[in-house]
């Protein structure tokens, strides 16, 4: 068998140890975007260093993760109106609320993990994770597989919100199911995505109102309750984050009221702060001093909080420094050597120093119009954004604002790109593009 299904993890020890090429889990290794490599193209067009397109099935926003010579991707396969059929009601400060947005929990959705061949495009093997109606409604642009896969090499685990959570061998056999309770997002759908640590599934289940949100650690071997703790925290889309390096490690949680880090082995509460007074999508980004937390409506907020690094909570201030501009509704902002970078609604760039919060440029403008969800990625001394409308943009790292090439492919993206062994995956709204420099 290829490497994808001999190679082991060693998350006995921590943080998923891969190849150093993979791009197991949303936002790459260590959930940050960041590639080791840098042979990758920066150049690319419809006819011009695209090795596949391969036709996905249905609506999925989720990003492609990869390993070895695998790639997994979820979708959602809508059926036809089921009379009768309606979301779970809302309550926005103590009224019923319906987001004009939300559609989809009036049919029939059929949820599928997929399995692609990392050198053809050809689709291995696709699997039904849930099939049948939704407890919720989605927003009108999103999707029912928004959350993006992890794997550790010997499974891959997806995430379907009030549906479940699933877990398959790498050869499309399925491991277990299990359903962590229903969770209502104001009918948006859900966002957040699968982190895996210790052997261990963590889920931010936040939703309307906050009396029922909670965190919940599984088990990856059987999908069994490790531990569950509660939360006072309104409905959130953001991936929570691993924070090592400390005396003990900290899953750290961004909420619109509350941010929290919890002690990943017994989900003990191990400091917490003021919320980003936002709703709260973006996934937070770390270096070895400081974790930075993002939102970008109704406020547009970035906090630099200072990690404990082992002393007691209470002696730690936690906030380095705050700026008010720049953020997206919906992209994550991406910490690259030293700067922290945001990309706006709009698509202008801003750089700030993740030391001081000091502005490098806040006026780097994308030369096409349009709007951005996918978060952005780096590598070899380059950040990539990523519009709705199938262009991304390369801009040089760096205190200077400098556009080096606009790339399209001629198809709406929401999905944010992987990276591994060379090739640049990209999801379209119908296909997955996979990107390698001609010849290499």
Same mark, same amino acid.
């Given at each position: 068998?290829? $490497?994808?299904?001999?190679?082991?993890?060693?998350?006995?020890?921590?943080?998923?140890?891969?190849?150093?090429?993979?791009?197991?889990?949303?936002?790459? &290794?260590?959930?940050?975007?960041?590639?080791?490599?840098?042979?990758?193209?920066?150049?690319?067009?419809?006819?011009?260093?695209?090795?596949?397109?391969?036709?996905?099935?249905?609506?999925?926003?989720?990003?492609?993760? *990869?390993?070895?010579? =695998? *790639?997994? =991707?979820?979708?959602?396969?809508?059926?036809?109106?089921?009379?009768?059929?309606?979301?779970?009601?809302?309550?926005?400060?103590?009224?019923?609320? *319906?987001? &004009?947005? #939300?559609?989809?929990?009036?049919?029939?959705?059929?949820?599928?993990?997929?399995? *692609?061949?990392?050198?053809? !495009?050809?689709?291995? %093997?696709?699997?039904?994770?849930?099939? !049948?109606?939704? /407890?919720?409604?989605?927003?009108?642009?999103?999707?029912?597989?928004?959350?993006?896969?992890? @794997?550790?090499?010997?499974?891959?685990?997806?995430?379907?919100?009030?549906?479940?959570?699933?877990?398959?061998?790498?050869?499309?056999?399925?491991?277990?199911?299990?359903?962590?309770?229903?969770?209502?997002?104001?009918?948006?759908?859900?966002?957040?995505?699968?982190?895996?640590?210790?052997?261990?599934?963590?889920?931010?289940?936040?939703?309307?109102? !906050?009396?029922?949100?909670?965190?919940?650690?599984?088990?990856?071997?059987?999908?069994?309750?490790? %531990?569950?703790?509660?939360?006072?925290?309104?409905?959130? %889309?953001?991936?929570?984050?691993?924070?090592?390096?400390?005396?003990?490690?900290?899953?750290?949680?961004?909420? #619109?009221?509350?941010?929290?880090?919890?002690?990943?082995? @017994?989900? $003990?509460?191990?400091?917490?702060?003021?919320?980003?007074?936002?709703?709260?999508?973006?996934?937070?980004?770390?270096?070895?001093?400081?974790?930075?937390?993002?939102?970008?409506?109704?406020?547009?907020?970035?906090?630099?909080?200072?990690?404990?690094?082992?002393?007691?909570?209470?002696? @730690?201030?936690?906030?380095?420094?705050?700026?008010?501009?720049?953020?997206? /509704?919906?992209?994550?902002?991406?910490?690259?050597?030293?700067?922290? /970078?945001?990309?706006?609604?709009?698509?202008?760039?801003?750089? =700030?120093?993740?030391?001081?919060?000091?502005?490098? /440029?806040?006026?780097?403008?994308?030369?096409?119009?349009?709007?951005?969800?996918?978060?952005?990625?780096?590598?070899?001394?380059?950040?990539?954004?990523?519009?709705?409308?199938?262009?991304?943009?390369?801009?040089?790292?760096?205190?200077?604002?400098?556009?080096?090439?606009?790339?399209?492919?001629?198809?709406?993206?929401?999905?944010?790109?992987?990276?591994?062994?060379?090739?640049?995956?990209?999801?379209?709204?119908?296909?997955?593009?996979?990107?390698?420099?001609?010849?290499?």
């Amino acid at each position: 068998m290829r $490497r994808a299904t001999l190679v082991m993890t060693s998350a006995i020890s921590g943080l998923l140890v891969t190849s150093g090429a993979d791009w197991p889990q949303w936002r790459g &290794p260590n959930g940050q975007g960041i590639s080791p490599e840098a042979d990758f193209p920066t150049v690319w067009s419809e006819t011009q260093n695209v090795a596949w397109k391969s036709e996905i099935p249905g609506r999925g926003h989720s990003s492609p993760i *990869v390993w070895g010579d =695998l *790639v997994f =991707l979820t979708t959602s396969i809508e059926g036809a109106p089921v009379d009768g059929a309606k979301a779970v009601k809302h309550f926005l400060d103590g009224e019923e609320f *319906v987001h &004009p947005e #939300s559609v989809g929990a009036d049919r029939r959705q059929s949820l599928k993990v997929l399995c *692609v061949d990392r050198d053809s !495009g050809r689709i291995l %093997w696709d699997r039904i994770a849930y099939d !049948g109606l939704v /407890y919720d409604s989605r927003h009108r642009q999103g999707s029912f597989a928004a959350p993006t896969s992890v @794997t550790d090499g010997r499974r891959v685990y997806s995430y379907f919100g009030s549906e479940g959570v699933c877990a398959h061998e790498l050869d499309g056999r399925e491991a277990w199911k299990a359903s962590v309770g229903q969770i209502g997002t104001l009918g948006l759908g859900p966002g957040t995505s699968p982190v895996l640590y210790e052997q261990r599934l963590f889920l931010q289940c936040d939703e309307d109102g !906050g009396d029922k949100s909670f965190i919940v650690a599984l088990e990856a071997e059987s999908g069994q309750v490790a %531990w569950r703790a509660g939360r006072d925290v309104p409905a959130t %889309w953001a991936t929570p984050l691993i924070l090592e390096g400390a005396k003990a490690p900290e899953l750290f949680c961004a909420g #619109s009221n509350r941010i929290v880090a919890y002690d990943p082995r @017994t989900g $003990r509460e191990v400091w917490s702060c003021p919320g980003l007074e936002s709703n709260t999508i973006h996934s937070p980004v770390a270096d070895s001093q400081t974790v930075f937390a993002t939102a970008g409506y109704p406020k547009k907020r970035v906090l630099a909080l200072r990690r404990s690094l082992g002393e007691p909570a209470s002696e @730690t201030p936690r906030v380095a420094w705050e700026y008010g501009k720049g953020t997206a /509704y919906v992209a994550s902002p991406i910490l690259y050597e030293g700067r922290l /970078y945001l990309v706006s609604d709009r698509g202008v760039v801003t750089c =700030l120093d993740a030391r001081t919060g000091a502005v490098q /440029y806040d006026d780097l403008r994308v030369p096409r119009p349009g709007r951005f969800t996918a978060s952005p990625v780096a590598f070899g001394g380059n950040v990539l954004f990523t519009s709705e409308e199938g262009d991304t943009f390369v801009v040089r790292a760096g205190a200077r604002a400098e556009l080096l090439a606009t790339n399209s492919l001629g198809e709406a993206m929401f999905a944010s790109p992987a990276l591994s062994q060379g090739r640049i995956f990209l999801r379209g709204v119908r296909h997955l593009y996979c990107l390698r420099v001609s010849g290499a």
